[in-house]
């Protein structure tokens, strides 16, 4: 996993909306968590979440027990800001995904759009699937999107993995259902597309 200091100077360096995998909204990510797990009291963690607005939209769907969790304080630092007097509803996590000390099957939903295909040793890969698997409750749901078989090969000046829903399934392994995949095409604030893979799995 790359370091703190990486992606400090990324998100200190560059305005939100400066980074290829902006977006105003992350409409399907919110579509599908909205279509699992309705109850605005479900446990949310938002791993990766930096200054994406996917929390701002949630608080204003009035889920009130959400997690954000970035290995960047200067992100955290932003979102928690934009959150105003709604940030106190949310726990605020700065941390590597792959050694973060997170509560024992605690989460509803465990969302990453745009962190797993960082992750190109199989030692961090396996690291971060222990993680989902103690974090999760049982019969929780993960929804994991990554760049898909067309995506870019780098992103950030850093190497990438890219996956097919049955190649990402694979990492995760038979202890998560695969429910449902499909490929998103994601305009950058650059004028180029992206393929993105969202993959949504329920815990057994």
């Given at each position: ?122 030692e961090d890969r396996s690291a971060y699937v222990r ?74």
């Amino acid at each position: 996993m790359t370091n703190h200091n990486h992606w400090d100077t990324v998100y200190e360096t560059k305005a939100p909306d400066a980074v290829s995998w902006y977006r105003p909204h992350l409409e399907r990510s919110l579509e599908l968590i909205q279509a699992v797990v309705p109850d605005v009291s479900a446990s949310i963690i938002d791993v990766g979440g930096g200054e994406s607005t996917l929390v701002d939209d949630l608080l204003a769907k009035g889920y009130r027990n959400i997690s954000v969790l970035d290995i960047s304080r200067t992100a955290i630092e932003v979102a928690r800001k934009r959150a105003g007097g709604l940030a106190h509803h949310v726990t605020w996590l700065v941390a590597d995904v792959t050694r973060a000390a997170l509560p024992k099957r605690h989460y509803d939903l465990w969302h990453d759009r745009a962190v797993f295909h960082f992750l190109t040793s199989a030692e961090d890969r396996s690291a971060y699937v222990r993680q989902v698997a103690q974090a999760m409750k049982p019969g929780g749901y993960v929804i994991v999107a990554t760049f898909g078989p067309q995506g870019p090969h780098k992103c950030s000046g850093l190497d990438v993995v890219r996956y097919d829903a049955d190649s990402l399934h694979e990492e995760f392994g038979a202890s998560f259902r695969l429910i449902d995949s499909t490929t998103e095409l994601h305009q950058t604030p650059f004028g180029t597309t992206q393929q993105f893979l969202y993959c949504l799995c329920k815990v057994e």
